[in-house]
């Protein structure tokens, strides 16, 4: 099947949940569940509303800053855990104990560390490389692809961090804002909110994918 094909497909099926999803709220709940029409009817006043605005911006920052921060420590504890197999058992149940995105970073990057090929590493020591050099020439790079994929991971998690957050804690940010419309019956403000979100992750998921292509062909050829 070819691009266009597949991407026709999927504008079929996005079409057809839509219509669905129309034709049954009108039929069952027409005051209380948002219907695709009057979703898109909100969506210029959504973008327009300063609340809105203020909160998505202050959620998105801190999903962004979220994901430094797991990239950059995911990474590092990989690392460890993939190269030193009792570092690796003394660690693997706390990491895997805390659901957040530095999870699938860290436990990819610790897979990507463990797969190193042992002619690269035996190669970088007969040339009497120091275990840092190792490591940040040979281990990391080979990691990198898995890096990626924990990243691609990672960005629904930090997604659902922030706005779990947002919901318990009412701190100013997309997730309350969806909350306080839910509750006040507008809901259909709420689901612009939501697709504003998935806008968002899609397209950083977009751009670690076009990373992938750019920047690790013999990879994405694999």
Known sequence: MSRGQVAALRVAAGVAILA????????????????????????????????????TASTLLAVIEGLII??????????????????????????????????????????????????YVDVARAYRAPWWRVWTSVALPASLPYLLGGIDLAIGRALIGAVVAEFIAALNGAGYY????????????????????????LALRGLVNLAVRRGLPWYQAA
């Open 20 to 55: 669905a999803w129309q034709i049954c709220a009108t039929a069952f709940a027409p005051n209380y569940i948002p219907r695709p029409s009057r979703t898109a009817a909100q969506i210029p006043s959504v973008l327009s509303n300063p609340q809105f605005l203020s909160g």
């Open 70 to 119: 797991a990239v950059l420590a995911g990474t590092v504890i990989g690392l460890v855990m993939g190269r030193l197999r009792d570092v690796d058992r003394a660690l693997r149940l706390y990491v895997n104990s805390f659901y957040e995105a530095a999870l699938p970073i860290t436990f990819n990057v610790a897979e990507g560390g463990r797969s190193v090929s042992a002619g």
């Open 178 to 201: 969806i909350l306080f419309n839910v509750r006040s019956f507008h809901q259909d403000d709420a689901v612009v909110a939501v697709c504003v979100l998935i806008a968002f992750v």
